[in-house]
C-alpha cells in the first residue's frame, strides 16, 4: 500500500513522460568485486608503549641559552617564508630551505628544526644513506656538509637528523676561533667545516693545517671514533708509504692522500698525533 498521505490537492498538471528511453541493452558484465580487503578497526586503546624504533637524535639533549631562530633568515627569493614558516609544519620538510644569506634553514632556525647546539652523545649514524644510493653515508656527507646536510634517506630522514656530528649540529670539540686561511677573515673553520675534504689541508696562520687547528670541523677531535692507525691505508700507489711512514715525518706527511681517498690525518690519527 502507498506509504505516503494522498496531497490536499491535485497537481496542477500531469507530470511530463519520462524523458529517456530505457538502455538497449543491458551492460557488458557487472562490475568487478573490490580487490582488496578492508583494513582491520583500530583498537579501541592506544597501544602501551610506543614504537621501539628509536630516534637518531639524542632526545635528552640539555637546553642552550644561546640557541634561538634568526631573526633575519629567510627562504631564497621568499621574505615572508622565515624562520616560523619553518616551523609551521609538523615535520622538517621546510628545514632544507636555503636562505637569502645562503645557509639553510636547519642551520639558521635551530629551535624550528631542533639543531640548537649541544654535546654529541654519540657518532653520527652507521645506517643513514643518501636515498636510493647506499654509498653516500654520513661520510659522505661530511667532505661537503653545506649542500649534502639537506638531503634525505629512503625513510625520510634528513642528514642532520642523522648525521649531527658531520653536519656540525653538535660538535665534539672546540675550533681554534682564530685560525683562518691567507689574508681572508671569512675563510674560517666555519669555512673549513663547508666542504672538509677540500679544505682540512689548508694552512693558515702560524702555519697550521686546518685539520689541527679546526678539529671539530675536520672531524679529528680528541677521544672522537677509531684513533687506531689504520694498517690498509697507504699513500696513493705506494703501497710502503703507511701509517708507519706518515709517522716519520708528521709535518709534511699528514695531508698525504691514500689510495683509498681518505687522508692520512684521518686514517693515521696516531701517527699524526691527532688521537
Not at 637569502?100 to 654519540?122: K, L, M, V
Not at 644510493?133 to 649534502?148: F, H, L
Not at 686546518?210 to 677521544?223: D, S, T
Amino acid at each position: 500500500a502507498p506509504t505516503y498521505q494522498p496531497t490536499a490537492k491535485p497537481v496542477p498538471a500531469p507530470t511530463y513522460a519520462p524523458t529517456y528511453q530505457p538502455t538497449a541493452k543491458p551492460v557488458p558484465a557487472p562490475t568487478y568485486a573490490p580487490t582488496y580487503q578492508p583494513t582491520d578497526l583500530p583498537p579501541d586503546q592506544p597501544t602501551a608503549e610506543p614504537a621501539p624504533a628509536p630516534t637518531y637524535m639524542p632526545t635528552d639533549r640539555p637546553p642552550s641559552g644561546d640557541c634561538a631562530d634568526s631573526g633575519s633568515w629567510y627562504k631564497n627569493g621568499v621574505p615572508e617564508n622565515d624562520c616560523g614558516w619553518v616551523s609551521g609544519i609538523a615535520d622538517k620538510r621546510r628545514c632544507d630551505a636555503k636562505g637569502q644569506d645562503g645557509s639553510f634553514a636547519f642551520e639558521s632556525c635551530n629551535i624550528a628544526c631542533e639543531t640548537c647546539p649541544f654535546e654529541c652523545d654519540g657518532a653520527d649514524s652507521d645506517e643513514w644513506y643518501r636515498t636510493g644510493d647506499t654509498s653516500r653515508d654520513c661520510a659522505w656527507v661530511s667532505e661537503a656538509s653545506g649542500n649534502r646536510c639537506s638531503r634525505f634517506s629512503d625513510d625520510g630522514t634528513f642528514a642532520f637528523e642523522a648525521c649531527p656530528y658531520a653536519c656540525h649540529v653538535c660538535s665534539y670539540c672546540e675550533n681554534d676561533g682564530d685560525w683562518h686561511f691567507g689574508n681572508d677573515l671569512s675563510k674560517d673553520c666555519a669555512w673549513v667545516a663547508e666542504a672538509s675534504t677540500l679544505r682540512c689541508r689548508k694552512v693558515g696562520i702560524d702555519d697550521a693545517p686546518a685539520f689541527r687547528a679546526c678539529r671539530n670541523a675536520c672531524r679529528v677531535c680528541p677521544g672522537v671514533g677509531d684513533c687506531d692507525d689504520n694498517d690498509d691505508w697507504f699513500n696513493n700507489d705506494e703501497p710502503d708509504q703507511n701509517c708507519d711512514w706518515v709517522a716519520d715525518d708528521p709535518d709534511a706527511r699528514c695531508d698525504a692522500r691514500g689510495d683509498d681517498g681518505t687522508f692520512a690525518y684521518a686514517s693515521c690519527r696516531e701517527a699524526c698525533n691527532l688521537c
